[in-house]
């Protein structure tokens, strides 16, 4: 499982460019990647700059999302606001 913001959602390709998380288990670092959104998920459930948790797996030379969700506000995160001009 990883996480990334979608920066990019191609549905006529069902695709999604991603800008994931490092994978520690795999020594990889953060990156960009073009994913194909496996058949028995809704593109519609894909937003542009959402961030989304994720299970993907390698089927031949493409990276194939098969379970996401989309990640949720906790207590713990920041929400930026916009400044409030002084009067």
Do not use: C, Y
């Not at 700059?49 to 906790?74: A, H, P, Y």
């Amino acid at each position: 499982t990883t996480n990334g913001v979608i920066n990019a959602v191609m549905s006529e390709h069902r695709r999604v460019n991603i800008s994931r998380a490092a994978i520690d288990k795999w020594q990889r670092p953060a990156a960009t990647v073009d994913f194909l959104v496996d058949e028995a998920l809704t593109m519609e459930n894909f937003i542009k700059d959402s961030t989304v948790n994720f299970i993907f797996e390698i089927r031949g030379d493409d990276f194939v999302i098969t379970q996401f969700d989309v990640k949720r506000l906790t207590d713990s995160d920041h929400i930026m606001t916009e400044p409030k001009l002084q009067e």
